[in-house]
């Protein structure tokens, strides 16, 4: 039987931001407080997983301890932009970024970004 990830490779995924209860999407207004440049970079990131899933390292890496958990890894001149993400279906939900200066990536934000993903799944089944 075939993964998820098996019956979609190949195929151009659908983008969504992860939307909150009171309607908010956390992913989309933090994109809108990075420069133009920045926003271009991730974009151009993430057109690449859109359209090439299955990817890896560089641009992709999974969080380790984390099922169906990715975060995306832009170069920027002030630091790394990274978007936490999991794929539904054929969609790939942001849901959760920050910008660092470090290699590794902060449980903090990897339980927000477990958290949201919880809370997508959960609504789906509703």
Known sequence: MKTDEEKIKGQQLRIKFYQNDLGKEPVK??????????????????????????????VVRALSGYKKLWEVRTELKGGIARIMFTIYKDVIVLLHGIIKKSQKTPKKDIDIAEKRKKSFLKNQKN
């Not at 809108?32 to 299955?54: E, F, I, N």
């Open 29 to 58: 207004d933090w994109l809108k407080t990075l420069q133009k440049d920045a926003r271009k970079a991730v974009g151009k990131d993430m057109m690449t997983v859109q359209y090439g899933w299955p990817i890896g390292m560089p």
